[in-house]
């Protein structure tokens, strides 16, 4: 994955609660949570050993952490682990699996380096991986369960021809779902006795004020009204804006219309608004700095030293641009602002799977002995359940987790709490109680919803539950129909055709969108050549192998 993506992971996963959330409830549970059938390996006389290729976070020591010694005596196995840090954890995959010594599983964390749809297949019809299918079958009911009561993830995990060559992060992020947020300062609103905006035109009004009418009162001309930054986590400014016109996805440009896929970029409406966003641009209002910086320089303005000078910043979370630790003094200046409505009365947001990406995060290759896949599939099993999911993923329970108390409120509306995570001591050590982000298996909506949170939501402890109320202002602002290009599987004869056609045309967009902002390009002259330029690229043929895939996963 990229590595903005893993900058946004560790993000989240210091600022919320679940993102190692754990699994939904099914009948296949004992009430402990304890996975019914899945056996207990530890009977055997002798461990199994198991060779796994794993990527380690900061803070684990995978060898010595007590989820890896609680999993080894509850399976039987005695893991011989091939560990690599984050840092060219791909490329070291890639040589181990070229240079035929491969080990007996992967082990991976899906926002690091999980296997591709394309890898899985490459691998899967090339037999180092083994088809899963017969080992769910025999000795997993906990993934049967799942995949029965979302077959959207079964269709995620099952390539062409059939075979489950792999298992996913199957991860329900709620907010991450609606990454494209924007954040405002209400604190400036009510100095300026102005009301929160409900459309482009009262949006650019907002920022004009923001600029020109010293909100934070020092006398200078130094407010930023809106900033981004460039990674992938909802920080682009244009996806936000360009909702209140078009639907944009904020990857690949993709509308869905009566079943046909089409590209937005190609669209009147993509035209009106770049006129839109050249607007505030030409006005000032935009930083410039949004197009070409990351977030740590985002976050530089946001908690700029000598006075707050930041209107309005776009991200999945505010923590990317301000601090919310305990003690911090802008944090709950900055609260989300719902979709804004277009003159034409469109009023979109992105929305994707929420952390549920294509790929493969667990395989088993043809090194591995019997007894080996047996006791592997049981462990992942084991992931399936609340309690497997907990332990792996957040600590075991009793260091980093316990049972809620009297007065507990849990994350979702009217859900009923089910874990209380234990908070860090300042100066506290690492625990090592848990896998993180590899531990990552199955964390539907509904078993993230059971976590208590704290109902002050400018609280650190209350953050999550901060950006889910965020995320409802967000809900329902999807089109009716979305191209769901996260889970669909594209024929392995295009796949590598599909991927270049898809780098050239996101590059060709993501240049002209900018070229046209800044005025470099003109809106009214060069529009037919770059509308050319798509055509040339074959954006055609892109929407076409889309179209095949598409049509094959709905059958």
């Given at each position: 994955m990229k590595k903005?993506?893993?900058?946004?992971?560790?993000?989240?996963?210091?600022?919320?609660?679940?993102?190692?959330g754990c699994a939904g409830k099914n009948n296949t549970?004992?009430?402990?949570?304890?996975?019914?059938?899945?056996?207990?390996?530890?009977?055997?006389?002798?461990?199994?050993?198991?060779?796994?290729?794993?990527?380690?976070e900061s803070g684990i020591d995978?060898?010595?952490?007590?989820?890896?010694?609680f999993v080894q005596d509850k399976f039987g196995i005695k893991f011989n682990w091939q560990i690599n840090p984050s840092d060219g954890a791909k490329e070291k995959r890639q040589i181990s699996l070229a240079s035929g010594d491969y080990p007996d599983a992967y082990l991976l964390t899906a926002y690091i380096d999980e296997f591709s749809q394309g890898d899985v297949l490459k691998y899967g019809q090339q037999g180092v991986l083994v088809p899963l299918n017969d080992l769910i079958d025999k000795y997993a009911p906990n993934i049967k369960a799942a995949m029965e009561k979302h077959p959207e993830m079964k269709t995620l995990n099952t390539a062409p021809d059939g075979n489950i060559y792999g298992l996913g992060a199957y991860a329900e992020c709620f907010h991450c779902s609606y990454p494209n947020k924007m954040w405002i300062n209400t604190e400036w609103l009510k100095k300026l006795n102005l009301k929160e905006p409900k459309t482009t035109e009262e949006f650019k009004q907002m920022l004009e004020a923001f600029k020109t009418k010293d909100p934070n009162g020092n006398g200078k001309a130094d407010e930023v009204p809106l900033s981004g930054s460039t990674e992938d986590f909802g920080v682009r400014i244009?996806?936000?804006?360009?909702n209140s016109f078009v639907y944009d996805d904020d990857r690949n440009y993709l509308n869905m219309t009566d079943g046909k896929v089409e590209s937005a970029a190609i669209k009147p409406e993509w035209k009106e608004g770049l006129t839109y966003i050249k607007s505030l641009y030409d006005a000032g209002l935009i930083d410039p700095g949004a197009f070409t910086q990351n977030a740590e320089a985002f976050k530089k303005i946001g908690e700029n030293a000598d006075a707050e000078i930041?209107?309005?910043?776009?991200?999945?979370?505010?923590?990317?641009?301000?601090?919310?630790?305990?003690?911090?003094?802008?944090?709950a200046h900055y609260n989300p602002l719902a979709p804004l409505?277009?003159?034409?009365?469109?009023?979109?947001?992105?929305?994707?799977?929420?952390?549920?990406?294509?790929?493969?995060?667990?395989?088993?290759?043809?090194?591995?002995?019997e007894e080996a896949k047996v006791a592997l599939i049981k462990m992942v099993d084991y992931m399936f359940t609340p309690e497997g999911q907990t332990n792996a993923a957040s600590g075991m329970k009793g260091i980093d987790w316990t049972d809620p108390a009297e007065g507990d409120v849990a994350l979702?509306?009217?859900?009923?709490?089910?874990?209380?995570?234990?908070?860090?001591?300042?100066g506290e050590a690492p625990r090592n109680a848990g896998w993180s982000g590899m531990g990552h298996f199955y964390m539907p909506k509904e078993y993230r919803d059971t976590f208590v949170q704290a109902t002050d939501i400018y609280a650190s402890n209350g953050y999550e539950r901060r950006l889910y109320n965020a995320s409802l202002l967000y809900q329902g602002h999807e089109p009716k129909e979305l191209f769901p290009i996260w889970s669909i599987w594209i024929?392995?004869?295009?796949?590598?055709?599909?991927?270049?056609l898809q780098t050239n045309l996101r590059n060709y967009i993501e240049q002209n969108e900018l070229q046209f902002i800044t005025g470099n390009k003109d809106l009214n002259k060069d529009w037919d050549a770059y509308v050319q330029g798509l055509k040339d690229l074959k954006l055609d043929r892109y929407l076409e192998i889309l179209q095949k895939a598409y049509d094959a996963s709905v059958k």
């Open positions: 903005s993506l893993l900058a946004l992971l560790m993000l989240v996963t210091v600022f919320t609660l679940v993102i190692s549970e004992s009430p402990s949570g304890t996975a019914a059938g899945s056996g207990n390996a530890a009977d055997a006389s002798k461990p199994v050993e198991v060779s796994v290729f794993a990527v380690q995978i060898p010595t952490n007590k989820f890896t010694a244009i996806p936000y804006l360009m930041l209107g309005a910043g776009a991200g999945m979370h505010p923590a990317i641009f301000i601090n919310i630790d305990p003690g911090n003094t802008r944090s409505t277009g003159p034409k009365g469109i009023s979109y947001t992105t929305h994707d799977a929420g952390g549920v990406s294509p790929g493969a995060k667990f395989v088993i290759t043809n090194k591995a002995s979702g509306k009217d859900v009923k709490p089910v874990i209380k995570q234990i908070p860090m001591a300042e024929d392995p004869a295009e796949i590598d055709e599909a991927s270049m």
